[in-house]
């Protein structure tokens, strides 16, 4: 959930770290900090400060030359989401040792912390913080004997958790260590000196030639070099990649905020999900990461989908396309309840795993439970080369983009369409005809049409959000695969927003919820029309009666619900299958302009961070 980002031997050493923090904020924000090795002074100049990066750019641009020197050899840098301890100064990344020696940031758990802090101060060492992080540092100083990666190797042999540590010393000025078990860890290659980060996106600026570490693998970096070890100090070999976006891709680009970017982005992204990967001639997906065997996609007959929030969400939606087109019984499970209650799994259960980072401890935690169960296991993943892409045993990449915004708004349409192409690839090897096959293949090809014409609404959209942004309490209702889209909606809603807003299947809401319908609760009711809509606008009346505003997404051309509705926004015809994508954009655009419009945080809301990597 934090982000760090370290370098050696690189020019401007101070702004590349600081550039690089502002663009993995979106990781976590509670406080961020920084530690250079001067070149000048011999020592280290370390500036820490509760709040964000430009609070922190700010406090050393405060500082005079003297006090802190101009040119740096090696530095860490951190951007905390705060899980050990408040989000003071002194909690603040990097920490050190009690002689000062070595600087560490970390991101991940370290689970015995305690055990292990009890046992240093007794031994004389002086804890600073309340973090679990800074254990690792007075570990590194009991180790060290001269040999700066085996003292840091042996430290993290006595930890138990995860981390995506980099570590500095004043003894070797010109070096870093970093390693990985859990979290992340990218190197980034420049033609004189080494980044390294928790995400390529601190790095897109400076190199496109990167190596992701594996768990287990700890490394020496040096100007020019990165020495790939394991912690029994075996040199392993890791392949460069090329990362193929450019800085564009984490930059706004003229828009207010990267929700809003990546909202209109939707159209390429969704087109670069599908590109390739349709057969219109056999009405079938050919999805190459997913290599089952004609036997295997015949003798599935259970799939279990594990995600969590938002690509949550997505899979509920994709439950109805395996029963519907697969005719194979499909159960979607929190992540975070999938490992404590002993699932059931049999030799031909297929378990999906989709996760916009690939990097959410629950999820992960599913697919090694269902890996060590002997289930099939399946990735749709953006974030290529992420942990859970590389655990399971095959995969789809959304190939959306770097996705910024902590609210995933381009993931999710994505990971639809992605679990929508899953399902008729399984569905084409059972019991799906040919026609209607190919009729599937022109309505997802229709997609990114679809999504461009609801972004079109944007000005319809945002009248309507602002006419109700004084609301302090939402209901979103739906039915059948745009009850999960409901969720969805209200979930964007109170993120971005703060305000209480509930996702309910609109037959629920008469099950207890009506109770707090009154005039100032507006209802937005998803009420395409596709099967079902008759009982939905029996619903939307039950609402009206109740005095709640309702606010209708329906289908152009369909004036049905016009009159129950106080307001309509009419999203594309389309299919049964693809309407969830139509409408998912619709509310993400609503849940935009009514936060805007109350001037919140909208890429960073409070509490939040982008990817979830504790329990
Ligand atoms: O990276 P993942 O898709 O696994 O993340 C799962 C959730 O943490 C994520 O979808 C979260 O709910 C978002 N903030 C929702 O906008």
Known sequence: MCGIVAGVGIEN?????????????????DSAGIALNSMEAESVLLVKTPGKVKKLRKKLNSMSTEERGLQFSAGV??????????????NAHPHSDTAGTFFIVHNGIIENYVELKKRLIDEGQKFSSETDSEVLAHLV??????????????????????????????????????????????????ANGVLAASDTAALVAHT?????????????????????????????????????WDLSVVEKSGFEHFMLKEIFEQPKALRDTIRGRLDHEQGAAVLSGLNLSP??????????????????????????????????????????????????????????ATSQSGETADTLAAVREAARKGASTIGICNVVGSTIAREVDRGIYLHAGPEIGVASTKAFTCQVVALLMTALKLARSRRLTRE??????????????????????????????????????????????LYPVAL??????????????????????????IALLEENVPVVALA????????????????AARKSPVVAITTEGDDSVAESADVTIPVPRSSVFTTPVSTAIALQLFAYHFANKRGCEIDQPRNLAKSVTVE
């Not at 840098?77 to 002194?90: F, I, S, Y």
Request: proline share 4%.
């Open 488 to 513: 969805e909606g209200a979930l964007k809603l109170k993120e971005i927003s703060y305000v209480h807003a509930e996702g309910y299947h609109a037959a629920e809401l008469k099950h207890g919820p």
């Open 208 to 244: 496109s030639e990167v190596i992701y570490l594996d768990d287990g693998d700890i490394a020496l970096l040096s100007p020019g070099n990165a020495d790939i070890r394991n912690l029994d100090d075996l040199p392993v070999s890791r392949e460069k990649m090329k990362i193929d």
């Open 141 to 190: 100083a009991e180790c060290y004997d001269g040999d700066f990666l085996k003292a840091v190797a042996a430290a993290l042999k006595q930890v138990k958790g995860t981390y995506g540590v980099a570590v500095l010393s004043t003894k070797h000025p010109d070096a870093l260590v970093v390693a990985r078990k859990g979290s992340p860890i990218v190197i980034g290659l420049t």
């Open 77 to 90: 840098a951190h951007t905390r989401w705060a899980t050990h301890g408040a989000p003071t100064e002194v």
């Open 295 to 352: 036997k295997e996609m015949l003798d599935a007959n259970r799939i279990i989908i594990a995600a969590c929030g938002t690509s949550m969400h997505a899979g509920m939606v994709g439950e109805y396309f395996f029963e519907d087109l697969a005719d194979i019984p499909t159960e979607i499970e929190q992540a975070a309840e999938f490992r404590y209650r002993n699932p059931i799994i049999s030799p031909n259960t297929l378990v999906i």
């Open 13 to 29: 050493l101070e702004s590349v770290l600081l550039d690089g923090l502002s663009r993995l904020e979106y990781r976590g924000y």
């Open 436 to 481: 209607a096959g190919i009729s599937l293949v022109s309505e997802i090809e229709r997609i990114p049409e679809l999504a461009a014409a609801v972004l079109e609404k944007n000005d319809l959209i945002k009248e309507v959000a602002e006419k109700y942004s004084e609301a302090e309490n939402f209901f979103f209702i739906g039915r059948g695969n």
């Open 528 to 543: 395409n029309d596709v099967p079902g809509k008759e009982k939905i606008l029996g619903n939307i009346q039950e609402c």
